[in-house]
């Protein structure tokens, strides 16, 4: 049965019902719609519309469905109504009769869907940061025990100077710091309640929306009711925040997939998170991190989607809008589910650090000590790294590695070089020198790990 029979002669065409229905998917908003519901009585007593007795009837019935279709809700789905406000409607008239058609007094789908998808929007924001410092918690613990080990880093995807794989943890972690912060941000500016807008013009029962606000936990009430129906800003921006952070997740799982590689062999991820190939005995695919990487696709395209939407749609609510879901559903689900993994990730990755050390010596990788080393004996830079340039030239002609090389055969590079040379070209006095905020020295790391700690667990 739809809301809205009284002006129409027809039936609708049952490819248009289908094409017009939202319950497949907005099902999802039942125990919004619900808690909407129970709100919108109690302020419907405050003018009059509704006794104390009938608001407490209706709001029985409202506990008594959400008890019953509590874990049942995919069944909802298939339930036939339009949507999943007149589902409600239609359940809670079949339980307490005419009573049940009340509700709806000034109140309007528009407002109505409004509200439910923001307290559905701020509840998803809620698990999503929790999943947030999940991983953070990840990525930090595998920080602190690998504090030692000295890692390539790349810039080109060539070996530039050595980090640790920890300050390469610490970089991903403040990358979801960022996120974490830019979804608060988000759930914070979207907490205004929209319901009392009615369809566009506002409700005609002069109730206290403020007082409404406050019952359904949001921070205040909206200030205008055309923006307020037709305001989809929180679906565009949890989506810009959902694909900025598949954009963190996606890279993480590139520089993993590489360094998982043969070639590489730097790390070898957990059986846990890979499968094999079902022809090549040998295979053991880095899956998990292909899908994270892959799934950021689709959710980059939701938020292409609602932006597309939402562009050159006239005030107020147009039924455009109620394109907004399904594509904020998947990218929620698919964020969530992507932190998750790649905490499952991190849980059991290995490091081979035999490996990793050669890697970080190899690739000429300390010759910007070489050139500082030069500087520091009264060459100018720019000397020095011409310089340097030839000294690796040579080496690579030689097939040594700078610190293999003898004070003679330096010397036919540039005269100033000495002995003293030797520790300066240490991987471990490469990392020393890098002793300023945010820099790979150890020192620095490890007070990092300590305020990262407090800062998670705050
Ligand atoms: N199902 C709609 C949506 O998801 C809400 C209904 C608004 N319908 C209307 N005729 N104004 O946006």
Redesign the pocket.
Known sequence: MALWGGRFTQDSDVRFKHFND?LVF?YRLFHEDVEGSRAWAKSLVTVNVLTQDECASLIQALNELEQEMTGRENEIALAGD??I?SYVERRLIEKVGALGKKLHTGR???DQ?AVDLKLFCRRACDEILKSIRGLQRQLLKVADENQGVIFPGYTHLQRAQPVTFSHFCLAYLQMFDRDFVRLSNARDLLNVCPLGSA?LAGTAYPMDREELAKNLGFKGATHNSLDAVSDRDHVMELLSAASISLVHLSRLSEDLIIYNSGEANFIELSDKVTSGSSLMPQKKNPDACELIRGKAGRVVGALMGILTTVKALPLA?D?D??ED?EGLFDALDTWHECLDMMSLVFEGIKLNKDKIEAAAKGGYSNATELADYLVSKGVPFREAHDIVGQVVLYAISVAKPLEDLSVDEFKKFSAVIADDVYPILSLQSILAKRNVLGGVALEQTKAEIAALKQHLNA
């Open positions: 939202s907005d339009e949507d406000h309007s789908r528009n869907v369809a609510y039924k809008l109620q879901k």
